[in-house]
């Protein structure tokens, strides 16, 4: 579905993202770790076009660097790890925005894009925030209302850069769930990047970990979560222990 | 949904501004007598209007070309304004930021401290066509600067870059007055703003820049909306930002740069009338540009008739009474905001 081949991210000289390559199939979740600094946000930056990169990326054999801007963004939509979302903007103008890449220049949205934001809304149950400002929700509902915008674009690949951090516990479970739901009803492929290493484990197929730039370790959950590469990586003092139904939980230890 | 009544309510503040501001004045007919006249002036229609041919040239030729122009003016620095603020996602930014009423005021100071005199049988004006040019220049200079250092990446440096050039300009002009002390009165007058003697041929030479100016921004409705969410944002939904912004900077500029090039440096506009439609009708730019252009004619008509009313027969700078009016109104309404909020 996506495949990274050997890309690789600068900022002026200093490379924060070293020939990365990975392989994603059609409906599977990726899940990216790794400390602060480690690259994944600039990676997940690089393939949704913000910033430059070498290598390649492509969805389904398309190599994204050559396609038209808009053509790209119909097939990855991003779930930013800050979104700026205007106080004054209403839910649905909000969610209309996902719309943008099938309106044409000087175009505007038809009545089937309006259709296409509002049954996003509705999945995502935020119908009743259509006409509500942003700046009066609360963090879970501005979360899913970023969600809907990037189910909005019906982009098959999705891109999400910490979709969890900014979330009480309860709702870090609502909406890694909402996304584990949309990908099973409509197949959609997931790139994220998570802090959260048993969640990142619970609901990613398999992890690549990420350390200046390069990738240290990658696989399912109980070989990538381990100890010592979390000692290496990390420089944490964590237990690592899997549960009779497979599940990997780290916990930190004092 | 709410822009709707708002829209209409734009349209009759705009047509009462401008029919008010032909009918009142200290010289002409009897402003009932005015109507009749305009209709006696129409083709196929005669009426005794009792207007005599003097008092129809105060009207038609001083009042109506002067309503039009400051309509026109009050206009596009109000959308410029609004349009500058979407691009850069800052609020506090009016039309001028990136140097366009600085590098205005530098080139019509420096035709009236060297030309003095001069130009006055040349077929154009010379002062107005100066001061276009060097806003454009000065414009394209910052931008050109700003993005030397990555301004197209982030709208901070670019304002940044504004900020150096609008300072240069400004020193550069105030060395220019104080070498040629004498023409302060007149840079001055320029520069606090004047519709007094506006003609229609300063109307004919702006509107063809506002009107396309107006289109441009207008088909730009959508894009600045999106650019609301951030840059990185905007191109991940498939928006070209950096052609988005330089062609909404471009269109707003040659705009602004044709109005202050006639009618001087009216400041307050392009911040207060984009804020107050914001407040009214919220902050949408597929509202906030049409409403911005109906609020935007609507309040510069309505303080040039003040200042023209305020201490007459003298006449207050419409500079002054822009910022007179806009500064206390616009308090008020933050207030009724903040409460109601």
Request: charged share 15%.
């Amino acid at each position: 579905m996506i495949s990274l081949e050997g890309v690789m991210v600068r900022y002026g000289r200093r490379t924060v993202v070293e020939a990365f390559s990975a392989q994603v199939g059609a409906g599977e979740w990726l899940g990216l770790i790794g400390p602060n600094g480690a690259g994944k946000s600039s990676l997940l930056k690089a393939a949704v076009g913000v910033v430059p990169f070498a290598g390649g990326i492509a969805v389904d054999g398309a190599p994204l660097a050559e396609l038209p801007t808009r053509r790209r963004a119909q097939l990855v939509a991003y779930v930013p790890q800050e979104p700026l979302l205007p106080p004054d903007m209403t839910g649905f103008e909000y969610v209309l925005l996902g719309r943008a890449p099938y309106v044409s220049y000087f175009g505007t949205e038809s009545p089937d894009d309006q259709a296409i934001a509002r049954a996003a809304l509705e999945r995502l149950d935020l119908a009743g925030f259509a006409e509500r400002r942003l700046g009066e929700l609360s963090g879970g509902e501005r979360q899913r209302l970023v969600i809907a915008r990037a189910l909005a674009t019906e982009a098959p690949v999705l891109v999400l850069d910490e979709p969890t951090s900014a979330l009480d516990i309860g709702h870090q479970q609502q909406a890694l769930d909402l996304v584990a739901g949309l990908r099973e009803e409509r197949g959609i492929t997931v790139i994220s990047a998570m802090h959260d290493l048993t969640l990142a484990g619970m609901y990613a197929d398999r992890l690549v970990l990420l350390h200046e730039g390069r990738t240290v370790a990658a696989g399912r959950a109980a070989d990538v979560l381990t100890e010592p590469n979390l000692t290496a990586y990390y420089a944490v003092r964590a237990t690592v222990r899997t549960e009779p139904d497979g599940t990997v939980v780290v916990t930190p230890r004092r | 949904m709410r822009g709707r009544p708002w829209l209409i309510g734009g349209v009759v503040a705009a047509v009462v501004a401008l029919v008010l501001g032909v009918l009142s004045g200290p010289a002409g007919p009897p402003w009932w007598r005015i109507p009749l006249a305009l209709l006696d002036h129409l083709p196929l229609i005669s009426i005794d209007s009792g207007v005599s041919e003097t008092q129809w040239a105060i009207v038609w030729k001083i009042r109506m070309p002067r309503v039009v122009l400051g309509g026109l003016v009050g206009a596009m620095l109000s959308v410029g304004g609004a349009s500058y603020q979407g691009v850069f996602r800052n609020p506090l930014v009016d039309p001028y930021q990136l140097g366009a009423a600085a590098g205005a005021g530098l080139g019509a100071t420096l035709m009236l401290a060297t030309f003095r005199g001069a130009g006055g049988d040349w077929p154009v004006d010379p002062v107005p066509a100066v001061a276009f040019t060097f806003a454009l220049g000065a414009v394209a200079l910052t931008y050109v600067v700003g993005a030397a250092f990555g301004g197209l990446r982030s709208t901070a440096t670019l304002v940044l870059a504004g900020v150096a050039m609008v300072s240069l300009l400004t020193a550069v002009q105030t060395y220019l007055l104080q070498r040629n002390s004498e023409v302060v009165r007149e840079v001055y007058t320029w520069i606090l703003g004047r519709l007094t003697n506006a003609t229609w041929a300063d109307v004919r030479m702006v509107a063809p820049y506002v009107g396309v100016s107006c289109l441009v921004l207008w088909l730009h409705r959508r894009h600045l909306d999106a650019l609301r969410v951030g840059d990185d944002e905007a191109t991940a939904l498939g928006v070209p930002v950096a052609r988005v912004r330089l062609v909404v900077v471009t269109a707003a500029t040659l705009g602004t740069a044709a109005v202050v090039s006639v009618s001087g440096l009216i400041g307050f506009v392009g911040i207060v009338v984009p804020h107050i439609v914001r407040l009214l009708a919220g902050s949408s730019y597929r509202r906030v540009l049409p409403l911005s252009v109906l609020f935007g004619a609507a309040f510069l008509v309505a303080c040039d008739i003040l200042g023209r009313l305020a201490i007459s027969p003298s006449e207050l700078p419409i500079g002054v009474v822009t910022a007179f009016i806009g500064a206390p109104f616009f308090i008020v309404l933050l207030r009724a905001r903040s409460v109601r909020g």
